[in-house]
């Protein structure tokens, strides 16, 4: 028997399959040669990819089908994990929208790390929105650092849904953004992404977790990529939590482009191609002399180059 799935579990070695939008699961494993072809992915099938399988007489956890193939995706999430600089991963593939979670605090927000994701979405074809949860918890003292996150990345041109799992705000305008569409639910360790997806569909159980009080730090409570399936229409990729987002497959020089707030007046920089950080000219610095593009974003932006220079 032959067929055509799409991967909704990675546990290590061992997968699940379906073929959807039929919800019927049958585990698989990967055929070893699979494992050296191609890329340098640490990973080379992640969920949400779509896979030829082929299976001899009935699928069981015994005898599981073996995926023989891996169809081209148009699209993935992809970061290099801190240590392994020559090294990617693929977070999940074929994806109609990645929903970045995320707080100002509980565990405070590293606005390099947003960017970085940010910048990987943009450069893979994955469309994104910022999930600010939690807001519950710090909106009676961080009004103004909520105002600020919102100006910083709605003038960028992202949609920020704001939500809390505790109180439910937001999970309609989320369950309503999620509706009929392949999401990636991912972020830093302990932002909620678990949370919100019990909040979305309480008929689903991911595994939840509170924060580490002694450092108020994330603790991982997702070991294994899975998608779910909503009641109200769509799926969910919920991921582990992440602790470092390096960029890969990512030109130093065409970093910027990544920046849709920096590629909408770089057309107006004196010089051609230009860094946006020392020539004379530059429409990108002006812009963020003038405040039209944030400084948070333009030093992530700086940083990005650094790291660029460190691993080649």
């Not at 992809?78 to 929903?99: G, Y």
């Not at 639910?185 to 302990?190: A, L, N, Y």
Request: aromatic share 8%; with cysteine; net charge neutral.
């Amino acid at each position: 028997m032959k067929g055509t799935a799409t991967v909704v579990k990675n546990s290590g070695s061992h997968y699940l399959l379906s073929e959807l939008p039929s919800w019927e699961l049958f585990p698989a494993v990967l055929r070893g040669k699979l494992r050296l072809k191609g890329s340098r992915a640490t990973n080379p099938v992640a969920v949400g990819d779509i896979v030829d399988y082929e299976a001899e007489g009935e699928i069981t956890e015994e005898h599981p089908a073996v995926i023989t193939g891996i169809r081209d995706r148009r699209n993935a999430v992809v970061r290099r994990p801190s240590k392994l600089s020559s090294s990617s991963h693929v977070i999940a593939a074929n994806l109609d929208q990645a929903c970045i979670i995320a707080t100002l605090y509980f565990p405070e927000i590293k606005l390099p790390f947003l960017d970085r994701i940010l910048v990987s979405c943009e450069a893979f074809g994955v469309h994104p929105l910022i999930i600010l949860n939690k807001v519950d918890l710090y909106r009676p003292f961080a009004g103004e650092e909520l105002s600020r996150f919102r100006e910083i990345y709605e003038g960028a041109g992202y949609r920020v849904i704001e939500t809390s799992a505790v109180t439910g705000e937001g999970v309609s305008e989320l369950s309503s953004a999620c509706e009929g569409r392949l999401s990636l639910f991912s972020g830093e360790s302990g932002v909620g992404k678990s949370s919100l997806i019990k909040a979305l569909d309480s008929s689903l159980n991911p595994k939840v977790a509170t924060i580490s009080t002694s450092h108020l730090r994330g603790c991982h409570t997702t070991s294994l990529y899975e998608m779910y399936r909503l009641a109200s229409g769509g799926c969910i990729i919920d991921s582990p939590g992440l602790r470092g987002f390096g960029l890969v497959q990512i030109e130093r020089e065409e970093t910027a482009l990544y920046f849709p707030e920096m590629l909408r007046v770089s057309r107006d920089c004196r010089f051609t191609p230009c860094t946006h950080t020392h020539e004379p000219g530059c429409a990108v610095k002006a812009a963020v002399e003038s405040g039209v593009i944030s400084a948070e974003r333009y030093n992530s932006y700086l940083g990005m180059l650094e790291e660029d220079r460190k691993f080649r």
